[in-house]
């Protein structure tokens, strides 16, 4: 959210489940009380679940293997074997 870092954010959470006000909390974190409003308001005051990636999307460890595979000559379906990947999975990530 713009004009609170994340380190804000989990301050305003935090005060937020102490039952601490809006103005205390905007005081406390060095921020106004508008985007402390919003952020809670945008959320219902609930703080919603951490952000998490799907697990059908191949993560960043698994495109530098498949580069380093490419790299070496190997085929997107023994990379793919070796990643327990569909091989379709890895040639579509090479096509991109």
Known sequence: MAGLSNE???NVWALWAKGESI???ARTIGASQTPVRT???RHGGVKPPPRARN???LSLSEREEISRGL???LSCRVIAARLGRHHTSISR???R
Do not use: S, T
Request: avoid cysteine; charged fraction near 35%; charge should be positive.
């Open 8 to 10: 804000q954010q989990e």
């Open 23 to 25: 103005r205390l909390i």
């Open 55 to 57: 697990r059908r999307h």
């Open 39 to 41: 952020l809670l308001r």
């Open 93 to 95: 990530e090479v096509a």
């Open 71 to 73: 790299a070496a000559g």
